[in-house]
């Protein structure tokens, strides 16, 4: 009998395994990984927290700060870049008009803040499988525990316990000044030229940088790839991970993008 | 929060001596008319206005007029009060675990969305009105059981009504409904419990709109 594979999703793929994508990408992702275990990490869930859950926490501190709900969405909408949480602020104001929370803003405000409980929650029963956290990061394994009649606070709590770590692990783990891990995967062939985690991976070690939260944000897919298990396939939707993977000799099974299955099947969205 | 909505007032005219009327100090001499307004907080507040008409004795006219206006707040303190809160959340959600109990009837009508709107607006309006009257509570009571009922609400929403066909669901539902109908505090865990609850069913109790996943130049090609 022939074992389950086990396969460890990248953050974008993370993010459909939830749900949250077109169904016919949802469908697609589904079909790559039917046959085997999904599994995660502690730094996946960390650039999940601070790439979505932030963003909904920031967006209900905003709003409840506003008195207009649908001036504050529009005002957000100019502030969130591509890589942030892409809230179409439509999107969300007919979500709001549609559970009866658009004129208020401080309910608004509570349930923008309530979908950052739910979204962290959905996340952490789907992909309950962790990889081993080796990196170290402090951030990916906080909880956000929400008492309803205290959400601001609470909601605030939260948002310190994810505050940038100074003295991180990662530091050793890469291993900049013990020709460790990251020097390593910077002497493969591509790593360096062809990824934008590894032309920062080494822009980093020349300039000798102390690795913070900070920094480590702009080398996520190089971490998520030193990770990586042996016995894991990454399941992701970036190619720079192709590279990565094959540099490591570790497998990679990459996956249509929302944009890459609309092309393929235009009516299937 | 403004007050509104005037029930009573009562004109106290009638002159009174400078000696009676401290509080108006120095500006009051001779004599004084006094007029006051009551109002009242009400449940369901609207715009209202007050007039009085005050007959002077032209022979004898006051010196000042007093205007005294009450803002009487007990009222409607009492209906944001956790007690009352509480009967309302208690009352309603009892209401609306007997709508989702009855959906069973129509569980295998073509228009099953026609029945499913009922608890859905009945739950939107108990979200409302229990949001709305803590907004100004010093510490807030009904937060968990407003959670609660927003994880339900939304069980309904992105074609969610589907799942109340099956038994199992409304089962749930309704038993969450029951505790929320019955217990005095809801708590955090409950909050949490629920949603776990919905989950384990494959409702989806926290509805986000859909998102554009994040992609850019460095997009995966899967053809090799």
Redesign the interface.
């Known amino acids: 009998m022939t074992e389950k594979p086990t396969y460890l999703l990248d953050t974008s793929a993370a993010l459909v395994s939830l749900g949250e994508s077109t169904p016919a990408h949802c469908r697609h992702f589904a079909a790559a990984v039917a046959d085997g275990e999904l599994h995660t990490s502690v730094y996946v869930r960390k650039e999940f927290i601070q790439r979505w859950i932030l963003g909904y926490v920031r967006m209900a501190f905003a709003v409840y700060q506003s008195s207009n709900v649908s001036d504050a969405l529009f005002d957000l909408s100019q502030d969130f870049s591509i890589r942030d949480v892409k809230v179409q602020s439509h999107a969300i104001a007919l979500l709001l008009k549609e559970k009866g929370a658009i004129e208020n803003s401080r309910t608004a405000a509570i349930e923008l803040g309530r979908l950052a409980f739910g979204e962290l929650k959905k996340f952490d029963r789907r992909l309950r499988s962790r990889i081993p956290n080796l990196s170290g990061c402090r951030i990916g394994e906080q909880r956000l525990t929400l008492d309803f009649n205290r959400f601001f606070q609470d909601l605030r709590a939260f948002v310190e316990s994810v505050e940038p770590v100074e003295g991180c692990d990662v530091n050793e783990f890469l291993g900049f000044t013990t020709n460790g891990h990251a020097c390593r995967l910077l002497e493969a062939q591509d790593v360096q030229q062809k990824t934008k985690a590894g032309k920062q991976l080494a822009k980093l070690r020349d300039q000798g940088k102390w690795i913070t939260c900070k920094e480590c944000a702009t080398i996520g897919d190089a971490i998520i790839a030193l990770e990586q298990p042996a016995t894991h396939c990454l399941v992701h939707i970036d190619n720079d991970f192709k590279i990565l993977c094959t540099a490591l000799g570790r497998r990679n099974k990459p996956i249509l993008s929302e944009r890459g299955v609309k092309k393929l099947t235009p009516e299937a969205t | 929060m403004a007050y509104q909505g005037y029930s009573s007032g009562t004109a106290d005219s009638g002159s009174t001596a400078d000696s009676n009327q401290a509080s108006v100090g120095d500006l009051a001499r001779g004599t004084t008319e006094t007029v006051e307004v009551f109002h009242e907080w009400t449940p369901q507040p609207t715009n209202s206005s007050v007039e009085r008409v005050i007959d002077i004795d032209r022979f004898n006219p006051p010196d000042n007029v007093r205007l005294v206006s009450h803002v009487v707040a007990d009222f409607g303190k009492g209906f944001r009060s956790p007690e009352y809160l509480i009967s309302i959340r208690r009352r309603e959600a009892a209401k609306i675990a007997e709508s989702v109990r009855g959906l069973a009837e129509w569980s295998e009508s073509t228009q099953f969305q026609v029945w499913t709107q009922q608890p859905f607006e009945q739950l939107?309006l108990l979200?409302?009105r229990l949001?709305?009257a803590e907004?100004s509570a010093e510490?807030?009571?009904?937060?968990?059981s407003?959670?609660i009922l927003?994880?339900l609400?939304?069980t309904f929403?992105n074609l969610g009504w589907r799942h109340y066909r099956r038994r199992e669901v409304r089962d749930c539902v309704t038993a969450i409904l029951v505790y929320l109908a019955r217990v005095y505090e809801v708590?955090?865990n409950d909050?949490?419990l629920a949603?776990?609850q919905l989950?384990d069913l494959d409702m989806d109790?926290?509805?986000?709109?859909?998102?554009?996943?994040?992609?850019?130049d460095?997009?995966?090609?899967?053809s090799s």
């Open positions: 939107r979200i409302q949001s709305e907004q510490c807030p009571h009904e937060g968990n407003c959670e927003r994880q609400r939304d929403l708590s955090s909050a949490e949603m776990d989950f109790p926290a509805v986000i709109p859909q998102l554009s996943c994040v992609q850019d460095r997009e995966a090609d899967v």
